[in-house]
C-alpha cells in the first residue's frame, strides 16, 4: 500500500488522469484490453473531466476499453444521483467508447434484480468471454466516504461478509436505503486499485484507513481491501492528520 500527497486538488485529479493511462496503456500493450471500475461520489468528477481531455483521452485505446461500476445507488438511470450518469456526464459521453464496452448497473430495476442482473452480466464477460474465475480488473478507482464505507459497503452491512458473490444488493439502514456493490472478493482480485480522496473532511478517516486497526473489531471496510496494487491520491487537506507526505508500505 502506498499513498502520495498533491498540493491542490487539480494536481490530485491530474495524477489519478496520469495513472489512469499509464494502467491503461500497460493493459492494452501486453493484452489488447484494459478492464476498469469507475466509483460514484463527487471527489472523482474533475479526474474524469481531465482523461475526457484531449490530451489524456487519444491516449488510451478506448476500443480496447471496457468500464464497470463499484457501486450504484437505488435511482433511475437518468438521476442526477445515479454513479454511471455521473461518469457519462464528465467522461464517458465524450470519448470514443463503444456503448457495448460500457457495463451500468441497471437501477431502475429493484437491488436485488439488478444485482443479479450485474452478476451475470460479469460472469457472461469475464468467465464466459475471458474464461477467468474471477473478475481480475487492471484498475479499479475507488472513493471513501467520512464512515469508512467504499464502494457502497458501509460499516455495518451484511454485504461486508460476502464470500462468494461478486455483486450484491446491500441493505444500508444508516441511508435509509438500498445500494448495489461489488464484493471484497472481486475488490480484492484487481490488479490495482486508487483510492482518490480529497477534502479536511476526509482526514480524520484518511488517517484511521492508513493506520492498521489495533484490533479486527476495529477494522473499518477500507481496512479490508487487500488487492495486489493499492495506492492512495490524496490532497493536502485530506493528508492533514498523517506524518509524512508521501510513503510506501
Ligand atoms: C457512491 C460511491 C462511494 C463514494 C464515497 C465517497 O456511490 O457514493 O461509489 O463509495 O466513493 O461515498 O464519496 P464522495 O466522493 O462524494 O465523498
Same mark, same amino acid.
Given at each position: 500500500?502506498?499513498?502520495?500527497?498533491?498540493?491542490?486538488?487539480?494536481?490530485?485529479?491530474?495524477?489519478?488522469?496520469?495513472?489512469?493511462?499509464?494502467?491503461?496503456?500497460?493493459?492494452?500493450?501486453?493484452?489488447?484490453?484494459?478492464?476498469?471500475?469507475?466509483?460514484?461520489?463527487?471527489?472523482?468528477?474533475?479526474?474524469?473531466?481531465?482523461?475526457?481531455?484531449?490530451?489524456?483521452?487519444?491516449?488510451?485505446?478506448?476500443?480496447?476499453?471496457?468500464?464497470?461500476?463499484?457501486?450504484?445507488?437505488?435511482?433511475?438511470?437518468?438521476?442526477?444521483?445515479?454513479?454511471?450518469?455521473?461518469?457519462?456526464?464528465?467522461?464517458?459521453?465524450?470519448?470514443?467508447?463503444?456503448?457495448?464496452?460500457?457495463?451500468?448497473?441497471?437501477?431502475?430495476?429493484?437491488?436485488?434484480?439488478?444485482?443479479?442482473?450485474?452478476?451475470?452480466?460479469?460472469?457472461?464477460?469475464?468467465? =464466459?468471454?475471458?474464461?477467468?474465475? %474471477?473478475? #481480475?480488473?487492471? +484498475?479499479?478507482?475507488?472513493?471513501?466516504?467520512? $464512515?469508512?464505507?467504499? @464502494?457502497?459497503?458501509?460499516?455495518?452491512?451484511?454485504?461486508?461478509?460476502?464470500?462468494?458473490?461478486?455483486?450484491?444488493?446491500?441493505?444500508?439502514?444508516q441511508?435509509?436505503?438500498?445500494?448495489?456493490?461489488?464484493?471484497?472478493?472481486v475488490?480484492?482480485?484487481?490488479?490495482?486499485?486508487?483510492?482518490?480522496?480529497? =477534502?479536511?473532511?476526509?482526514?480524520? %478517516?484518511? #488517517?484511521?484507513? +492508513?493506520?492498521?486497526p489495533?484490533d479486527?473489531? $476495529?477494522?473499518?471496510? @477500507?481496512?479490508?481491501?487487500?488487492?495486489a496494487?493499492?495506492?492512495?491520491?490524496?490532497?493536502?487537506?485530506?493528508?492533514?492528520?498523517?506524518?509524512?507526505?508521501?510513503?510506501?508500505?
Amino acid at each position: 500500500m502506498s499513498y502520495r500527497v498533491y498540493p491542490t486538488r487539480g494536481a490530485a485529479a491530474r495524477a489519478l488522469a496520469t495513472e489512469f493511462v499509464r494502467i491503461a496503456d500497460k493493459a492494452t500493450s501486453s493484452r489488447d484490453r484494459f478492464t476498469a471500475v469507475l466509483s460514484g461520489g463527487n471527489t472523482p468528477r474533475d479526474a474524469y473531466r481531465l482523461i475526457a481531455t484531449d490530451e489524456f483521452s487519444r491516449q488510451i485505446k478506448w476500443s480496447q476499453t471496457y468500464i464497470f461500476w463499484s457501486d450504484e445507488r437505488a435511482v433511475p438511470l437518468d438521476h442526477a444521483d445515479n454513479n454511471a450518469r455521473m461518469a457519462k456526464d464528465t467522461l464517458l459521453n465524450h470519448v470514443p467508447l463503444p456503448l457495448p464496452q460500457l457495463f451500468r448497473i441497471q437501477s431502475q430495476h429493484p437491488p436485488q434484480q439488478a444485482a443479479d442482473d450485474y452478476q451475470a452480466t460479469m460472469q457472461k464477460f469475464f468467465t =464466459g468471454r475471458l474464461g477467468m474465475k %474471477i473478475p #481480475k480488473f487492471d +484498475l479499479m478507482v475507488l472513493g471513501i466516504g467520512a $464512515d469508512g464505507h467504499i @464502494a457502497s459497503l458501509f460499516p455495518g452491512t451484511l454485504a461486508l461478509a460476502e464470500k462468494d458473490r461478486w455483486v450484491v444488493a446491500n441493505e444500508v439502514p444508516q441511508l435509509d436505503t438500498w445500494r448495489v456493490t461489488l464484493t471484497y472478493p472481486v475488490i480484492n482480485a484487481a490488479t490495482n486499485i486508487i483510492f482518490l480522496v480529497l =477534502g479536511e473532511e476526509k482526514a480524520a %478517516i484518511v #488517517k484511521r484507513a +492508513l493506520t492498521p486497526p489495533a484490533d479486527p473489531s $476495529d477494522a473499518i471496510p @477500507a481496512h479490508l481491501v487487500r488487492a495486489a496494487n493499492v495506492h492512495w491520491i490524496l490532497d493536502k487537506p485530506a493528508a492533514s492528520l498523517l506524518e509524512g507526505q508521501s510513503q510506501t508500505n
